[in-house]
């Protein structure tokens, strides 16, 4: 180098080489009376001074040829920013650059490259020719082509045909222009390693990269690190092949990540993207397409996507396109298919397999007409179960030998996509919603540390459920006959009904209840079971449901009403909506839900009637001509006030929400059977059956066998009775109906006794029965022949006697009052776990006035890998002051959470691990039941699915805390804790 400054102490070991030195030199070490202070060239003689007075030393360069400062590079030109000349540069000189992109592209030709230093080059309209390579030296990171986007008029750079460029930053023009644009009609151009920058803001209509004409654009590494433009990539005819396409967050819109669409006419445009990545929440439309017409089928190809943050996945018109998603992921957006609601599919096809959450909205007709298959994982969420989905195609197939999985057909597994769910107060009537209306439609999607129950314990309090989704005509919310409920905290005490509104009033539904995943039959109890996911199926036959607006959301609206207050209500994890659909379970047995349940017709007497001893035989010659016959109907007529009399039992698989139907064929004879109309009349009594397995009371899952004093007498129940008139006519074959009969209050094996009397008529008609079909509908098509049975473990206990040394209990003190285990006060034995305000002395079970925000016990446990529900019991006791917020004032919680960390001293674990005393906010005190000292309170907590997972360990947390004022003397104290889990046999 020509000049040396010095900065600071600089120590030179070996040789420094300079022409001039400037500083100080006594702060140097290692050199002495060495420096180099100039240099002449004589001829061929280059003679050096130095500093120390001796002679100067020579050196000869003559033996050098030609020019010392020519450096051959071929068939390049060179382009700098800083030391470039256009007027003198040349090619293969790299120490002629020139000064311009322009100048050089202009002197190039076929076979030669362009290479670029680091700088930034203000120019437009660069017209890359035909088989030239535009390359920067240093890469995009300090190579910058193009003006600002607000003063660009033209495009920035043209490819033609087999030219590439390679390793710059381009502005993108804020105008309708193109910061990089491919016109071949034919061949392939090459753009690797590029990064656009857009304005940074809104409103330009700037494209990045955009492909026209017949030919091909490929390239690698396509990134944009500053938004602001209607397009990163854009391909209107011919294809473009990117591999690796970034779009990060940055400042400024992007309408388009990628625009596939039309030039006109025959034109139209390929995307194939490998390694497509769009993450910005700037972004409206990852990948669009727009403009197709018959035969003119815009075309994307996306392999392993991976998109999120934006407001659409894939944006289309629904008409004459083909979009691929092959791998990858969508997560975090609007919606990962937006179809333009006027869309019918003609000529289209969707096919995406990239893992995502089914966020759709597209039109009825582009799902039946065009080809339309989803085929993903959906990863669990708060919302979303993890599930393998696949929607259209036409073949599946699910499940192996070693696991089993379930599957769902027709109108999709039960789902919270569109479901509304409100709480109200108790001022509901048959002819009122109520009010105080709370929307609690997020906690009752979410199975992540929320929950929904009744706003109060008492009468008359509302929870009301609808649906969002439309009809095939777009105008009409969709009725639906089920909801699938997870019970998380069952109710004890009190009953409840589901309701619907005929337009003038709430009438009473009838409901059937099933277990999800069990299949066991719960008739119609409703939420008894703690930690049960349970479908509800309500009566398909309700023709007077009609759509209602409520709080301002219109809808076909279900409710469910407390008719009577009990102690506990019932709390729930998560509530879906169930349309109609088969489900084939992990066993690969058939359960049935909404208009897809199975109507099954029985034929009671089939050909036979047993009767009184009046009742005779009807003969009646059937067939024509060589083929007729005297046909025999045994014990079949009956004459006036005669009956007849049947019984069955209650099919395995019966859905009892619905009404049971009777249909009688008969041929009516006698003088006057051609003029006179008789009366039927028909008796109709469901009764209880001892000993039949009925849902348990006392919550357990498994049905159990009803008592001999919880069975109905015979002569106890009334009857449901129709009347219904003949028809005139002989030796014909007529048809009368009874129906609508309930069977709600009843399970598959009860009987049911059947009467069929004839009244009196005008004349003389006989009835004669031909034939007797019960028609009933089923949720399954029978009973298993091996069912599900549950089994139950208790996998931890604490009883204090050991002082809680055997199960590794830890204590987090702070604050005078902590957590101890000591003999002051118990539920049964000696010690108990207690706070007291004095751990080192007599440890009195009492507490002090002094705040804290939090002092705690905690132990860790494993939690087998096949259970299927986690329950925590323990007695507790605690008086303290409530409060309304959920930290006031003086109490206790309990926690589950996993084991990493250590509860803080200095505070509560995170509210969302808090189980029990829903009632209370989670609060162990005075204002959540009557527990007192002395008066020991069971606590029995079902614990949410999201707090836990089998095969792991966890953590269960006991946490104290108070403030200054009032101290409600005892605190808290806790004694006998189990933890059990329930798994399948």
């Not at 039309?262 to 139209?268: A, D, E, I, P």
């Not at 036409?394 to 030998?401: E, I, P």
């Not at 119609?524 to 709080?551: A, C, M, P, Y």
Request: proline fraction near 3%.
């Amino acid at each position: 180098m020509s000049t040396f400054k010095q900065y600071s102490n600089l120590e030179i070991i070996g040789a420094l080489s300079a022409t001039t030195l400037y500083g100080d030199a006594s702060n140097l070490s290692g050199i002495t009376n060495t420096f180099v202070t100039g240099a002449t060239l004589n001829s061929s003689i280059l003679e050096l001074e130095r500093n120390n007075g001796l002679s100067d030393v020579t050196v000869d360069l003559s033996s050098l040829s030609g020019d010392p400062l020519e450096i051959n590079t071929g068939r390049v030109l060179w382009v700098d920013s800083i030391f470039g000349d256009d007027a003198t540069a040349l090619t293969n000189r790299q120490d002629k650059p020139y000064l311009t992109i322009e100048q050089a592209l202009s002197d190039s030709t076929n076979g030669d490259t362009v290479i670029v230093r680091p700088g930034e080059y203000d120019e437009e309209e660069l017209n890359v020719p035909q088989g030239v390579s535009l390359v920067s030296e240093g890469g995009w990171e300090v190579t910058i082509i193009g003006k600002s986007p607000a003063t660009a008029a033209r495009d920035i750079v043209e490819l033609n045909e087999n030219s590439v460029i390679d390793g710059f930053s381009i502005n993108v023009p804020e105008g309708s222009l193109n910061g990089i644009s491919s016109s071949n009609s034919s061949g392939t151009s090459t753009a690797n390693n590029i990064t656009f920058f857009g304005n940074g803001g809104a409103g330009s209509s700037g494209t990045g990269l955009f492909k026209t004409g017949g030919g091909k654009l490929i390239g690698t590494s396509i990134r944009v690190e500053g938004g602001g433009m209607a397009n990163c990539l854009k391909v209107d005819s011919g294809t473009l092949a990117l591999e690796g396409v970034h779009v990060p967050q940055s400042n400024g819109d992007i309408d388009n990540v990628l625009l596939v669409t039309t030039s006109g006419g025959t034109n139209v445009g390929r995307a194939q993207m490998l390694n497509f990545n769009s993450g910005s929440n700037n972004v409206t439309n990852a990948v669009k397409t727009t403009g197709g017409s018959t035969g003119v089928i815009p075309t994307a190809l996306i392999y392993t996507p991976n998109i999120f943050n934006c407001t659409n996945a894939i944006k289309s018109e629904g008409d004459y396109e083909e979009i691929n998603f092959l791998g990858g992921r969508i997560d975090n957006v609007t919606y990962v298919v937006n179809v333009d609601l006027a869309g019918t599919g003609e000529e289209s096809k969707y096919r995406i397999t990239s893992n995502h959450q089914p966020d759709y909205i597209y039109p009825p007709a582009v799902a039946y007409n065009a080809e339309f298959g989803l085929d993903f994982m959906q990863e669990e969420t708060e919302i979303f179960n993890s599930s393998k989905n696949l929607f259209g195609l036409d073949q599946m197939s699910v499940g192996t030998a070693e696991i089993g999985t379930k599957s769902h057909f027709g109108r999709g597994a039960s789902s919270t996509v569109g479901l509304k769910v409100f709480t109200t107060d108790n001022t509901a009537s048959s002819v009122s919603d109520g009010g105080n209306f709370i929307d609690v439609t997020d906690n009752a999607k979410s199975k992540e540390g929320s929950t929904i129950t009744f706003q109060t314990g008492g009468t008359n309090t509302t929870i009301l459920f609808t649906t969002q989704r439309y009809s095939d005509d777009l105008t009409t919310t969709l009725p639906f006959y089920g909801l699938n409920v997870n019970v998380l905290q069952r109710a004890v005490g009190g009953s409840y009904v589901f309701e619907y509104w005929d337009g003038s009033e709430w009438k009473t539904d009838s409901v059937h209840c099933v277990s999800e995943d069990l299949g066991y039959n719960y008739g119609n109890t409703l939420f008894l079971r703690n930690q049960s996911e349970e479908n509800l199926t309500f009566d398909l036959s309700k023709d007077s449901w009609t759509g209602k607006t409520i709080n301002g959301v219109e809808g076909y609206w279900m409710r469910c009403r407390t008719v009577s207050t009990g102690t506990t209500k019932p709390t729930f994890e998560q509530v879906k909506i169930i349309y109609d659909n088969t489900t084939i379970s992990k066993e690969g047995i058939l359960s049935l839900h909404g208009k897809s349940l199975y109507r099954e017709s029985i034929n009671l007497v089939q050909g036979n009637w047993d009767g009184s001893s009046t009742l005779d035989d009807y003969t009646s010659t059937v067939g024509t001509g060589s083929n007729s016959w005297t046909h025999r109907f045994k014990e079949s007529e009956l004459d006036t006030n005669e009956s007849a009399y049947l019984n069955m039992v209650i099919p395995a698989g019966t859905s009892t929400s619905q009404k049971v139907n009777i249909t009688a064929n008969y041929i009516t004879s006698g003088a006057d059977a051609n003029d006179e109309i008789s009366t039927l009349k028909f008796y109709f009594l469901p009764v209880e059956v001892s000993n039949n397995l009925i849902a348990d009371s006392d919550g357990g899952k498994e049905p159990v066998q009803r008592t001999v004093s919880n069975t109905s007498s015979l002569d106890s129940i009334e009857p449901q009775v129709q009347i219904e008139d003949t028809v005139t006519g002989t030796n014909i074959v007529h048809s009368v109906s009874f129906g609508d009969f309930d069977i709600s209050d009843f399970y598959e094996g009860d009987m049911v006794l059947m009467r069929l009397e004839k009244e009196s008529d005008g004349g003389t008609v006989n009835f004669n029965l031909a034939s007797l079909n019960l028609s009933l509908s089923k949720w399954s098509l029978g009973q298993q022949s091996e069912p599900f049975r549950l089994g139950s473990e208790t996998i931890f206990t604490e009883d204090w006697e050991d002082g809680g040394v055997s199960n590794g209990w830890s204590f987090v003190t702070a604050g005078t009052n902590v957590w101890v285990v000591s003999d002051d006060t118990s539920y049964s034995g000696t010690n108990s776990l207690y706070i007291t305000d004095d751990a080192g002395g007599s440890k009195p079970y009492q507490y002090a006035g002094s705040s804290q925000s939090g002092t705690h016990a905690y132990v860790d446990f494993s939690i087998p890998d096949n259970a299927i529900s986690l329950t925590v019991n323990f007695y507790w006791t605690c008086d303290g002051e409530n409060g309304a917020g959920v930290d006031q004032y003086d109490f206790g919680a309990i926690y589950m959470t996993g084991t990493t960390g250590v509860p803080s001293s200095g505070g509560l674990p995170p509210s969302a691990g808090r189980i029990g005393a829903t009632d209370n906010q989670g609060k162990f005190n005075d204002g959540y039941k009557s527990a007192e000292e002395g008066n020991w309170q069971l606590e029995t907590i079902p614990v949410a699915s999201n707090l836990w997972a089998p095969g792991t360990d966890a953590r269960l947390i006991c946490s104290w805390r108070n403030d200054s004022s009032v101290q409600g003397q005892p605190p808290m104290a806790i004694d006998n804790i189990t933890i059990e889990i329930e798994y399948n046999i």
